[in-house]
């Protein structure tokens, strides 16, 4: 029984000083709450401002209460500079939120009181009691400090009504009454007004996390990573040094089979906590796919910086799983630089990287490789992809190709798309196996015929049956190809594809 009043006590507590949130919500969420506080502060001061401009207008105009004009333009100009001095010098100060909060809140209440003292000292404060309500509510803090802000003005209100009004007890008993009356439930409706929308705000940041957050990792997503990625190359470019780090896990599907799938998913956690220890929390770190990391670091002013986080990652990748297995399991890293002298958009940096990446994992993989190095303009070959479920058809028309392009590999038709998109603007040419899982050829001609982007690739369908070849064409595809293969068909094949496809997306003049 002592132990649930403990309990009780402890959440009653709580909830007075906290809230319907976390205690640490607001050490967590400080610069977000700052920021909200601060925008919210700057409309008060200058809704204030514009109100007694209005005021002092009809103080001159009507020709009344000339006796206040003196004090109402000493408080025009003190909500007007404010209002100027954080639309200018403090337009992003939003660690001075609390402060300015506390100065308007202060201006406010002293105002509110007198008003309904000193100006008027034969009648009820009617105008602090709205005050009480509505001040408070402005700031987002813990719900104690609002309720506190409220007890001293009512505390001030108190002392100066006595005082003031003591030719009219029975005003002054009218307002002490309001008063002991009024804190009580300002005080809860200020708690209940702000637990909403803390719990509202809790939910949002929640929902944020997730929507941006790989579940399995704990780090970005794709989608998240992406925009990340995008909007700081775009705001930097020409600026600051940057670095991308595409980490592909080598055979990561051994991993799976050997193990099983649920130490699969542990050591793609591993990897990246890992990336969160190596790398700066200003950088971006995301899972871009099964087995596949995205690192963007930024502001990078040593390229043997990028390298030695580079091995760091390969040497402690094979230390993950070294208490389970003697095998070692390896990554393969592509990496690509913007500069200052050559900035790169992001699209421009992946596909850079990625290109690096298949030339690290051609090499023998469990290694790092820069584009500058692996590729220079005489040995850089174009992209195609074969699309195949069958292990031995992708062999024998790799076989073909290997020579003068290099070759990407798809077991299905979403890692078709998948990669269709990844490798958008450097695929060359795709040989589309129509029977495969999850996706068949079928859905993936609908898919591309859909998207502008990739849609301009040529397609060769791999055949063996009697597929609508009408219907393929109307899709997109481009050619044939009919299985057993003849190697000398194929390359005429898609060479005479190519060739359709740079004159048919030339630009006429």
Known sequence: MLNRVKEWCRKVVHYCIYGKVNKNFYSFNKNLLNQINYVTIRRAYLFASILFCCLLAFILTAGKFKDLLDIYIKITIFFTAIAVLMFTVLKKGYHYARMLYYIFAAAVFALSIMVGTVMNTDKPAVCFFVVLVIVPVIYVDKPVYSVLISFLACVAFSIVTISVKAAYPDIVSLDLINVVECFPISA?????????????MQATIIFQEKSETDRLTGISNKACTDDL?????????????????????DNFKCINDTLGHRQGDEFLNRAG???????REKDVIGRIGGD???VLMKDVSDIEVVSKKAAMIGRKIQNIFSHLTVTQFTCSIGISLSTREEPLEYHAMFCRADRALYAAK??????????????????????????????????????????EYEVLQAENGAQVLENMKKHEGVLSVVLLDMEMPVMNGYDVLKSVQNDKGIGQVPILIITENNWNELRLLELGAADFIS??????VIRKSVENARRVSATANSPVL
Do not use: H, T
Request: charged share 25%; hydrophobic share 40%.
């Open 229 to 249: 990625c995008n909007g700081y190359l775009k705001s930097k470019k020409g600026i600051a040094n940057s670095a991308l780090l595409v980490i592909d896990l």
């Open 292 to 294: 596949e990391f995205l």
């Open 362 to 403: 051609k090499k023998g993989k469990n290694q790092y490789a820069f584009y500058e190095d692996a590729y220079s303009e005489a040995e850089n070959k174009p992209f195609m992809l074969i699309a195949d479920d069958n292990e031995v058809s992708r062999a024998v028309l790799c076989s073909c190709f290997e020579e």
């Open 273 to 279: 906590n890992l990336l969160k220890e190596i790398f």
């Open 188 to 200: 809860v409706f200020v708690v209940y007004i702000r637990n909403m929308y803390l719990q509202y």
């Open 483 to 488: 299985k057993p293969f003849d190697p000398d």
